[in-house]
């Protein structure tokens, strides 16, 4: 069985920083687009960053460019969201997800697999 397991959410002062790990198990996701998703209360789900098998090819929403940084670690099947200078308008639930080819895609709808989400909220 396949799945994708988030940690590294919490509360956290605007300014403040956290970083979010997605660990894979069940098989390795080798050749499969990483991605980060998050949806907050009343809101869609929507695109943060996604990270290419092919190339290293990395994709940020323009909300979070500058500020947010996409890895992943092949060897330990993990990706990871270093997320700096939060703002309040952050605070969602964040999904990490695995996408059904090796590209960068923003679209839901290409990734196939899904964590069960960590909450992050930000305070003013």
């Known amino acids: 069985q396949v799945e994708l397991v988030e940690s590294g959410g919490g509360l956290v002062l605007a300014g403040g920083s956290l970083r979010l790990s997605c660990a894979a198990s069940?098989?390795?996701?080798?050749?499969?687009?990483m991605g980060w998703f998050r949806q907050a209360p009343g809101k869609e789900r929507e695109f943060v960053a996604a990270?290419?098998?092919?190339?290293?090819?990395?994709h940020y929403a323009d909300s979070v460019k500058g500020r947010f940084t996409i890895s992943r670690d092949n060897a330990k099947n993990t990706v990871y969201l270093q997320m700096n200078s939060l703002k309040p308008e952050d605070t969602a639930v964040y999904y990490c997800a695995a996408q059904r080819g090796p590209l960068i895609s923003v679209v839901r709808g290409e990734y196939i697999y899904w964590g069960q989400g960590t909450q992050v909220t930000v305070s003013s």
């Open positions: 069940g098989r390795t996701f080798s050749g499969n687009g």
């Open positions: 990270h290419s098998w092919i190339g290293g090819h990395i």
